[in-house]
T-cell receptor, first 114, second 113 residues
Framework: TQLLEQSPQFLSIQEGENLTVYCNSSSVFSSLQWYRQEPGEGPVLLVTVVTGGEVKKLKRLTFQFGDARKDSSLHITAAQPGDTGLYLCAGASNYGGSQGNLIFGKGTKLSVKP | DTGVSQNPRHKITKRGQNVTFRCDPISEHNRLYWYRQTLGQGPEFLTYFQNEAQLEKSRLLSDRFSAERPKGSFSTLEIQRTEQGDSAMYLC???????????FGPGTRLTVL
């Protein structure tokens, strides 16, 4: 069974602080996606990483895919209250012939206080 | 903006009743996925369609659940004889094809009393 573990589960910080969220697995994924979800809404895609060692930047957000394609991290610089939400990592399943459905971590609930 | 849409957004029903949800994917997306998300968890895969063909079902999809995508466009998810354990957010996503990014709808929140 493919699993993705995210840490920390909860994070409460002050505006302006930096933070890093981790997504780890013992399985290799062909790609990893990061989503942000607001309460009562569906996940919104932030980025997809495909190549081992890949780094992508989205304004103050930096995403990295591990060299072995088993882990990923999301770093936010100078967090703002608008960054508050549930951050989910998801890997494309390739277990048991499955093709393409996403396996999600439990998420990191981020709260940024002004 | 023609993103993924889902209806209804909220549904409250009594145990034992049947409910049906609808998902309209992004136009020209061939793949459509259903996921379920309970409180404190990430979404869990239920089933997916490639055009009108249902190609995979999760073990989470009991016999009380059925999904269709009759013309390869919109999809419906029906739950028969609902149970309190069915209370969750039901999410639909679509992608252009295999290996492409999945885009999610706003979800349908089901509460079974």
């Amino acid at each position: 069974t493919q699993l993705l573990e995210q840490s920390p589960q909860f994070l409460s910080i002050q505006e302006g602080e930096n933070l890093t969220v981790y997504c780890n697995s013992s399985s290799v994924f062909s790609s990893l996606q990061w989503y942000r979800q607001e309460p009562g809404e569906g996940p919104v895609l932030l980025v997809t990483v495909v190549t081992g060692g890949e780094v992508k930047k989205l304004k103050r957000l930096t995403f990295q895919f591990g060299d072995a394609r088993k882990d990923s991290s999301l770093h936010i610089t100078a967090a703002q209250p608008g960054d508050t939400g549930l951050y989910l990592c998801a890997g494309a399943s390739n277990y048991g012939g499955s093709q393409g459905n996403l396996i999600f971590g439990k998420g990191t609930k981020l709260s940024v206080k002004p | 903006d023609t993103g993924v849409s889902q209806n209804p957004r909220h549904k409250i029903t009594k145990r034992g009743q049947n409910v049906t949800f609808r998902c309209d994917p992004i136009s020209e997306h061939n793949r459509l996925y259903w996921y379920r998300q309970t409180l404190g968890q990430g979404p869990e895969f239920l089933t997916y369609f490639q055009n009108e063909a249902q190609l995979e079902k999760s073990r989470l999809l009991s016999d009380r659940f059925s999904a269709e995508r009759p013309k390869g466009s919109f999809s419906t998810l029906e739950i028969q004889r609902t149970e309190q354990g069915d209370s969750a957010m039901y999410l639909c996503a679509s992608s252009l094809d295999w290996g492409n990014e999945q885009f999610f709808g706003p979800g349908t929140r089901l509460t079974v009393l």
